[in-house]
């Protein structure tokens, strides 16, 4: 992994930056670097945090809860609410695209099998013209 | 300087009643700690909070991209496999981290420049590096930012008895009791005391007890 993988995108850390801060507000170069160090620093910290809290109960798989149970063990209660509420809205629109996409596939099933019967009867139809040209033409 | 002192606000979005989503039920919201919070700047920095509980944040807009988090995640060796939503959720808690770090820096060179009485508006690595000193959560970041040694910490230390004591007091526990017998010392509350205080308490505490 190059070193550019290895951190955060620098543009999107001094997009948030200047987010925040006036319009007449100036950032260092080395100031927006160091942020970036410290975020990719704060995303092992809370990683391996849950890391163990799966290590611990057998899994192998590092979900939202753990993450949310990380930020809360480490001190960071604010954080940790704040990504609770992220995480119940997440799960929530999950659910819902996935009712969507289960309606819109049933509703899809029900589409294709008008289709197909409407091809069919149009290639049946054509076959009659077909058949019929031929015969008059014979005649 | 009043301009920018002036400016400190606007930034800060004041969330309506109506916008607030009702909070789930294992995610209870508490009040928010006053110790987390630098003292001198804490309306600034409770708006934030407030602003952050309250946001209806748009789960499918991310601040980050996710496979670059994903990556960052996987290079430790012991995490295996990551589901969807935890890459969703580091983004998120970044976007929360940059934002707080960056308004407390800010905040540190507005302070800054009242004193020396000059304009500044440029936010530098000193500026974070005082940002992360001013608060204990932030001692995780003592790899990437040296502490300052001239910013003293802003959150208050808890006594042993529950009152809170001046910012950047350190309690230290005496070794030895009034009668010169070894005690064993009380269960830390918040941060273990400085090296050094516990053994000059038991040096001098040990030296009258050896007089008498």
Known sequence: MTDEDRLLPIANVGRLMKQILPSNAKISKEAKQTVQECATEFISFVTCEASEKCHRENRKTVNGDDIWWALSTLGLDNYADAVGRHLHKYREAERERTEHNKGSNDSGNEKETNTRSDVQNQSTKFIRVVEKGSSSSAR | ?212
């Open chain 2, 1 to 212: 300087m009043e301009e920018n002192n002036g400016n400190n606000n606007h930034y800060l979005p004041q969330p309506s009643s109506s916008q607030l989503p009702p909070p789930p039920l294992y995610y209870q919201s508490m009040p928010l700690p006053s110790y987390s919070l630098p003292l001198p700047y804490s309306p600034q920095m409770r708006n934030y909070w407030i602003a952050q509980m309250g946001n209806a944040t748009d789960v499918k807009h991310h601040a980050f991209p996710l496979t670059r988090i994903k990556k960052i995640m996987k290079s430790n060796p012991e995490v295996n496999m990551v589901t969807a939503e935890a890459p969703v959720l580091i983004s998120k808690a970044c976007e929360m981290l940059i934002l707080d770090l960056t308004m407390r820096s800010w905040l540190h060179t507005v302070e800054g420049g009242r004193q020396t009485l000059k304009r500044s508006d440029t936010l530098t690595r000193s500026d974070i590096s005082a940002a992360t000193t001013r608060s204990f959560k932030f001692t995780f970041l003592g790899d990437v930012v040296p502490r300052d040694p001239s910013v003293v910490t802003d959150d208050p230390v808890l006594h042993p008895d529950g009152e809170v004591l001046p910012p950047g007091t350190v309690i230290g526990y005496p070794v030895f009791d009034c009668n010169g017998v070894y005690a064993s010392p009380p269960q830390m509350q918040e941060w273990p005391a400085v090296p050094g205080d516990g053994e000059e308490a038991a040096g001098e505490i040990g030296g009258s007890s050896g007089g008498n």
